[in-house]
């Protein structure tokens, strides 16, 4: 009966992960708009998505679970997502012909991956780390690059990124302003993150008998 209860609202946060993995393929089409609405669209494939489509999962079988241990192992979860944050956020710290095979990547996808593996540290039916101080601490730690990150954008005095120096973004406003609103809002993205490591520490998830 359990699992009957739950099944909807299972199929409800599938539903609803799917609109906004839609909704930000839209904010992908042009990313010389606007830096600030680029990253916005990043930022919801990157952590509004991943959890959504997340809850959806059941709770795995054997062979399931095993899978998902290797899937969503947390170093590499942890590792994998602080690196693209930085690498993506600060460009001008890789040799140029890296972070030029980088943008020519599908971003969008890789940001969709990225979130899939942090923030399956979090959900019940994927999570890895199983006591509740150790999810908690790999979601906190995960934060701060994407923090420090939206805090250099918001004070930084010049444009970091070159080819929106000489843009003017759709809300006709200048790069730099540009830049500062793409940081406040990789700024806000970081948040629910923390709230759900916070939300693990306290034992109010699903997966709080598990703890340590």
Known sequence: MSERRHRPGRLAAGAAGIAVVSGAGLGLRDPLASMASYTAALMVLNQIAPPLLLLALDRPGPRTA??????FDPILALTAFCALSVAV??????EPTLANALYAAPLGLLELAAGLLIWAQAIPATRQ???NWRAASL???ASIPMTAVAVVWMLASDVLYTP??????LWNVPPLVDQKWAGFVMFLAGLPMQLAAIWILLGLSDSSDNAA
């Open 66 to 71: 095993r899978f998902f241990a290797l899937a």
């Open 129 to 131: 780390a199983l006591a």
């Open 89 to 94: 956020s600060l460009p001008g710290i890789l």
């Open 139 to 141: 979601l906190w730690v």
């Open 164 to 169: 929106y120096l000489d843009v003017i973004c």
